[in-house]
């Protein structure tokens, strides 16, 4: 077990607190740098899909796990920023100026979104946000002059600065690029006041505006930025799949989504990575699996049954997620054989004061 | 010029009037207590003060400012903070990130600033956590300091909260039964801060409290309410014998 001896308060502000995370990070690095030398075209694909979901997962973490605001419509956001991108590029804009456009449009429909938030809760929020989505999916695929409807938009590879990424490799480091930077700025906000301010309104609505928060301004921001990267996630998807029609932005999409931080781990950082990775690895198991069931078994409809299967026995019997299991884990062998089973229970809490609002 | 001023503040739900025309002034440096029998409206007064009803009459006046058309957190920004009867700390984060919450109002650094981590937002965060170390040392919190909430006793919590309060560096302190809860050794504890608050660091308290014994100890002045009105206003000596007062919490001689 490690002991961290705490000299000066510029310790705590460090990302990496000690050298073996330096050590671990570093090495993942290094092993994700030089994945497009060592894996098959297909594997490399699969990064690729683990990135721009790790973004998406990152925007919903910040707003579920962060903030403790519920939303069932980030795929409209994912569909704002492939949109844009789209017709952005469709009319010779390039890329470093039509991934920030995608970016800041989603923002803006992210705030738009959040105004309901200063006055709904839990599952009200969730159902205005799943209107958002359907209104969205609604007007992508009637605006048929500006979205092709049914029969989608083309995209053409990523040109940036005169090169045109159209292998796998490059595209990848692009997305392994901006997902280290989605990750940096989510924890810089986590440690500066804009997030512990997003915190404090998770846990206690009242306490938080009682010390100087000003709920409309954070939860509205909350909603942005995640609505930001979601937008950023969406225009690197719209050239990963390059072609995008409405129904790749359903509900059911939305769905998705919210699994990747309920499975990761609601509340961490990693549990974003995690979830994004888990979500996209789990349809491939699927499909091996499949090769040793009977046929009856293994139909179509095997993915979202397993997928459901899944999302209920995180919710059941480990609400931490994968990244909740792995600290479990990894404090067992740090304090074998100490480790007692009830550690990371939620201690039950005194009554709070009077819920005012 | 007046500190902080009440006036006919009254609210009512419904029909059930909870405070009714309830006028009092705080002296800038005082310690003033409201005490009286429960649902007397105490709570509910503190919860007008800090907007989060809003009134149905009278107003408010903090340094001579009306205040009653503030949003909540806009009372946090002029220097009223508050504490709860029943402790609404943050659980789930450290007793230090709590306390960090408490420095919300004193921020100075962007968004973008943020995002990036500029050497501005690092300067601000060491100069924040300085102000918060000294609020530890002050409660003689620091063997908590990386506790998460949710594990300490009730007594810590409590101290905890107050500790917050007094991160955001307020000018007034609201202080909703800050004995609740606690042994004689905690409230005598509390007893003695309070008295530092007003000493050391000048700020005025405004304090809601059932125990007499820290009542008188540490006020200045108290009013006595009973079903949302005011019964008499004094000196701690000069309530406690207020025949009104021990009526209403001792009923009519037979």
Redesign the interface.
């Known amino acids: 077990m490690r002991f961290l001896f705490k000299t000066g308060y510029e310790q705590d502000l460090r990302l990496f607190k000690h050298g073996g995370q330096v050590f671990w990070y570093g090495l993942l690095t290094v092993l994700l740098l030089a994945a497009p030398f060592g894996v098959g075209e297909y594997a490399m694909s699969q990064l690729q899909f683990i990135c721009i979901y790790s973004i998406v997962g990152l925007g919903l973490m910040l707003l579920v796990g962060f903030t403790g605001q519920i939303s069932l419509g980030h795929a409209a956001f994912l569909a704002i920023g492939a949109y844009t991108e789209a017709l952005l590029q469709a009319k010779g804009t390039p890329f470093f100026v039509s991934l920030p456009c995608a970016a800041l449009l989603s923002a803006a429909a992210g705030w738009v979104v959040g105004l309901p938030a200063l006055r709904l809760k839990g599952i009200y929020l969730a159902i205005a946000t799943l209107a958002f989505n359907v209104i969205v999916e609604e007007v992508t695929t009637r605006w048929e002059s500006l979205t092709g409807g049914n029969s989608g938009l083309h995209l053409k590879p990523v040109e940036l600065f005169g090169v045109r990424l159209d292998d796998d490799t490059g595209f990848y480091y692009l997305c392994l690029g901006l997902t280290v930077l989605s990750i940096l700025a989510v924890m810089n906000l986590l440690r500066s006041p804009t997030g512990r301010a997003f915190v404090a309104i998770r846990d206690s609505e009242i306490s938080a505006s009682c010390m100087g928060v000003n709920l409309a301004t954070y939860k509205t921001m909350s909603f942005a930025i995640s609505a930001a990267l979601t937008g950023v996630a969406g225009a690197l998807y719209a050239h990963k799949v390059t072609f995008i029609t409405p129904e790749q932005f359903t509900l059911l999409q939305s769905i998705e989504l919210v699994t990747i931080v309920i499975l990761g781990g609601v509340g961490f950082v990693h549990g974003a990575v995690l979830g994004a990775a888990f979500l996209i690895v789990l349809p491939q198991l699927i499909s091996l699996a499949k090769d040793y069931l009977p046929n009856g078994v293994a139909g179509s409809g095997l993915q979202s049954v397993v997928f459901g299967l899944v999302l209920i026995v995180f919710i059941i019997f480990e609400p931490l997620g994968l990244y909740g299991r792995w600290l479990k884990l990894r404090t067992w062998f740090e304090l074998f054989p100490f480790y007692r089973r009830g550690m990371f229970r939620r201690q039950k809490s005194y009554m709070k004061s009077e819920r005012l609002r | 010029m007046s500190f902080f001023k009440a006036e006919n503040l009254g609210i009512h739900f419904g029909g059930v009037v909870a405070v009714d025309k309830v006028s009092f002034e705080v002296k800038r440096g005082e310690c003033y207590t409201i005490i009286g029998p429960n649902g007397a409206g105490k709570?509910t007064i503190f919860?007008l003060i800090?907007l989060?009803?809003p009134a149905t009459s009278g107003k408010l006046f903090f340094e001579d400012r009306e205040i009653n058309d503030y949003?909540?957190?806009?009372?946090?920004?002029l220097g009223i903070?508050?504490t709860?009867?029943?402790?609404?700390?943050?659980?789930?984060?450290t007793v230090?990130?709590n306390l960090?919450?408490?420095?919300?109002?004193h921020?100075r650094?962007s968004?973008w600033q943020?995002?990036?981590?500029a050497p501005s937002?690092?300067r601000a965060?060491?100069a924040?956590?300085?102000a918060v170390?000294r609020v530890i040392d002050f409660l003689d919190l620091a063997k908590y300091r990386d506790n998460l909430v949710?594990?300490l006793p009730?007594g810590v919590?409590k101290v905890v909260e107050l500790g917050?309060a007094l991160a955001?560096e307020p000018k007034l302190l609201l202080l909703d039964e800050p004995s609740s809860g606690l042994n004689p050794e905690e409230t005598d504890d509390m007893a003695f801060w309070i008295e530092d608050i007003r000493r050391h660091l000048g700020v005025t308290v405004l304090m809601v409290e059932h125990d007499m014994n820290l009542v008188s100890r540490v006020s200045d002045r108290v009013l006595a309410l009973n079903m949302g009105t005011v019964l008499a206003e004094g000196t701690p000596a000069e309530v406690q014998a207020n025949p009104a007062v021990i009526e209403a919490y001792l009923g009519k001689a037979a």
């Open positions: 709570t919860n800090g989060i009803y949003s909540p957190h806009r009372v946090a920004d903070a508050r709860f009867q029943n402790i609404e700390l943050f659980e789930h984060a230090l990130q960090l919450i408490g420095r919300h109002r921020r650094t968004l943020e995002l990036l981590f937002v690092r965060e060491l924040q956590r300085e170390e949710a594990g009730y919590r917050r955001t």
